[in-house]
């Protein structure tokens, strides 16, 4: 087994990223005994943006949503993740 490296003590998160910029933590960290771990409350950043759609098919999104009991811009982040996700799968096969 590799003999890791210690990590040296930073005096800011600046001087970390830049350490870490230039470094393997590969050297530093054994990741073959990194556990999975879930951040149930970690938010996602989200952008905003402005998207001009044709009024009848914003109606039908806002339709659809009201069916669903979800919010229209809620569902139409949904409807593009699935989009997106079903082009990445057919790209990468």
């Known amino acids: 087994m590799k003999k890791l490296k210690k990590i040296p003590d930073f ?3 600046k001087e970390e990223a830049e350490f870490w910029d230039t470094h393997s933590t590969a ?3 054994d ?3 990194a556990e999975e771990t879930i ?3 970690l ?3 989200s952008e905003s943006i402005s998207i001009r759609l044709p009024a ?3 109606a039908h999104i ?3 949503a009201n069916q669903k009991g979800v919010p229209y811009q809620s569902l139409m982040k949904v409807y593009l993740s699935e989009k997106v ?9």
Do not use: G
């Open 31 to 33: 990741w073959s005994k």
């Open 27 to 29: 050297d530093y960290i």
């Open 11 to 13: 005096k800011n998160d």
């Open 62 to 64: 806002k339709a659809l």
């Open 85 to 93: 996700d079903e082009e990445l799968m057919a790209t990468n096969k």
């Open 43 to 45: 938010k996602l950043s």
């Open 39 to 41: 951040f149930p409350n």
């Open 56 to 58: 009848p098919l914003l």
